[in-house]
C-alpha cells in the first residue's frame, strides 16, 4: 500500500495539487519498476532514515510561521502535541 499525499507533502505557499501528485506517483512507480525487476515482494522504510527525516522536517518547523504561538489552525491546536 502507497499512501499518497498526506503530512508535509505541499508547499505551504501554494502550488499545484496536481503537480505534488504526479510527484509522488512518478516515485511510487519508480519503487515498484525496481520491485519487479528485482522480484521483491515487499518496500519497506528504513527507521533510520524515517526519523531522521521527521527530525529534520520538524527543526525547520520551528523556523516557520505556522508554529508561532499565535497562529491557531487545524494543523496547530491544542490536540497537537509539541512541534
Request: aromatic share 14%; hydrophobic share 35%.
Amino acid at each position: 500500500m502507497f499512501c499518497m499525499y498526506g503530512p508535509n507533502t505541499q508547499a505551504g505557499h501554494g502550488g499545484s495539487l496536481i503537480f505534488y501528485l504526479e510527484c509522488q506517483f512518478r516515485y511510487i512507480m519508480d519503487i515498484l519498476k525496481g520491485m519487479l525487476n528485482e522480484g521483491t515482494g515487499a518496500a519497506e522504510v528504513r527507521k533510520d532514515l524515517h526519523d531522521d527525516y521527521n527530525r529534520r522536517v520538524q527543526e525547520a518547523h520551528q523556523k516557520m510561521i505556522w508554529t508561532h504561538p499565535g497562529i491557531s489552525t487545524y494543523y496547530n491546536n491544542s490536540r497537537v502535541a509539541s512541534w
